[in-house]
């Protein structure tokens, strides 16, 4: 069962508390936010080698282990992917930052949402649009690969603030048009509920088998996840049958302690049904 959860989930002072309760509930990966990570570094994505090696002994005390990374841009002001030359290059050295971090710390995947930052400006072309912001995630493609990580687009429903891979087919269709190893995809379920697609998350799933390196168990606008456990459990018993080897991570807002316990029983309740 290769079962996580986010931190974006619990406060920084809880994180002892409900590392112990994925512990508690056979989870054996961790996706992290830096910015709730390393709460006291001046930067959250240049932390001291007191707080790396912090971070690594609690992980070793839970066994756990990195997964995946979140809120890219966490920090970062004025960077729009298809914005001023300035704005452009601030986007793409915001990545690159979260890219660098996660070369350091090993963390295998990235997941790429940041809708606002990413929007396509009304009056610009979409095919143009579409190339530049090919050429610059194949630049960080690059980039990724050379750390030993992946960056997953994440589609991002328009509720989001977005019109750019609101859906999983256009991330799909997308990071096939990138054509690089180290850009994949987010399977993100609470954009399948936000965009009325659940019912054919195991179709769509299958588009995109081939390219999806993480899957987000969520719900629409974070809410705890997941809601029904049931319903979970048949798409991810497909998703484990095409041979998917990947990690399924809940993501969530904070709701306190004790929904953080109540999702894992949840999430791992479906899992352990997905793989009877």
């Known amino acids: 069962m290769k079962l996580a959860m986010s931190n974006i989930a619990w406060l920084p002072q809880e994180a002892d508390e409900c590392l112990g309760l994925l512990q508690e509930a056979g989870a054996k990966g961790l996706e992290i936010a830096p910015g709730l990570t ?13 707080a790396v090696s912090a971070l690594f002994a609690s992980l070793e005390a839970h066994e756990l282990q990195l997964v995946s990374m979140q809120s ?10 298809f914005g001023t030359p300035a704005e452009r290059d601030t986007f793409e050295a ?8 996660a070369g350091r710390l090993g963390i295998p995947n990235l997941v790429m949402g940041s809708p606002g ?13 579409e190339a530049e912001a090919r050429a610059l995630f194949r630049r960080l493609g690059d980039k990724a690969e050379a750390a030993g990580t992946r960056l997953a687009l994440e589609p991002n429903p328009a509720a ?13 269709d997308f990071a096939v048009y ?23 998350g195991a179709q ?38 095409t041979g998917y080897s990947g990690w399924f991570s809940i993501e969530m807002r904070q709701a306190g302690v004790a929904e953080v316990k109540n999702a894992l029983a949840r999430a791992a309740s479906s899992l352990r049904s997905a793989a009877a």
Do not use: C, W
Request: glycine content about 6%; cysteine-free.
């Open 38 to 50: 390393f709460p006291q570094e001046a930067d959250p994505f240049d932390p001291s080698p007191s």
């Open 72 to 81: 890219l841009l966490f920090g970062v002001q004025n960077a729009r992917l």
């Open 94 to 101: 915001g990545l690159q930052r979260a890219i660098g971090l």
């Open 117 to 129: 930052n990413r929007a396509i400006p009304e009056g610009m072309d979409r095919k143009e649009a």
């Open 160 to 172: 989001y603030g977005t019109n750019f891979l609101t859906t999983l087919s256009e991330a799909v």
């Open 178 to 200: 990138v054509d690089h190893p180290a850009i994949s995809v987010n399977f993100d379920i609470g954009a399948l509920h936000m965009n009325e697609e659940f019912d054919q």
């Open 204 to 241: 769509l799933f299958d588009y995109g088998r081939n390219i999806v390196s993480h899957v987000h168990m969520s719900e629409p606008n974070l809410a705890p996840a997941p809601k029904d456990p049931e319903a979970l459990g048949e798409l991810a018993s497909h998703i484990l049958n």
